[in-house]
């Protein structure tokens, strides 16, 4: 999986830190951001680079994890989107990109390392 870089939106410390590591063992490269506001700007920034987007929903300060996916896939159709999330589920059928997989809080990591492995091969094979 070289050069496979997936962008981990979240706030809480530990899952960021739990996540970096299942990924990075999974052999994916990793950009983290902690907030609203510093997700969307790197997935802008990024777009071009990153293959996947593993996001909780709330997420401090600024959009939440519905509206950086959206715009993620505004600039990149083909990119993968995990949701996370303890207390928004319920709205991913209404809220979410299609394609896209939610995970139940709390998890295990390696189903959020699955989700997206699965979705980044779904895209490779449309391509």
Same mark, same amino acid.
């Given at each position: 999986? #070289?050069?496979? %870089?997936v962008l981990? +939106?979240? &706030?809480?410390?530990?899952?960021?830190l739990?996540l970096?590591?299942? $990924?990075? #063992? @999974?052999g994916?490269?990793?950009?983290t951001?902690?907030n =609203?506001?510093? =997700? $969307?700007k790197l997935?802008e920034?990024?777009?071009?680079?990153i293959? =996947?987007?593993? %996001?909780?929903?709330?997420?401090?300060a600024?959009?939440?994890g519905?509206?950086i @996916?959206?715009r993620?896939r505004?600039l990149?159709?083909?990119?993968?989107v995990v949701?996370?999330? =303890?207390d928004?589920? *319920? #709205?991913?059928?209404a809220?979410? +990109?299609?394609n896209?997989?939610?995970?139940?809080?709390?998890?295990?990591?390696?189903q +959020?390392? %699955?989700?997206? *492995?699965? $979705?980044?091969?779904?895209? &490779?094979?449309?391509l």
């Amino acid at each position: 999986m #070289d050069n496979i %870089t997936v962008l981990v +939106v979240e &706030d809480e410390v530990l899952v960021v830190l739990e996540l970096e590591d299942a $990924l990075r #063992d @999974a052999g994916y490269s990793v950009v983290t951001a902690n907030n =609203g506001h510093e =997700g $969307l700007k790197l997935a802008e920034e990024l777009f071009g680079s990153i293959r =996947g987007i593993i %996001t909780d929903i709330r997420v401090g300060a600024g959009p939440d994890g519905w509206h950086i @996916a959206h715009r993620v896939r505004e600039l990149n159709p083909q990119i993968a989107v995990v949701y996370m999330s =303890g207390d928004s589920a *319920s #709205d991913w059928a209404a809220n979410g +990109v299609p394609n896209s997989h939610m995970i139940h809080k709390p998890f295990a990591t390696a189903q +959020v390392v %699955t989700a997206i *492995s699965q $979705l980044i091969n779904e895209a &490779d094979r449309q391509l």
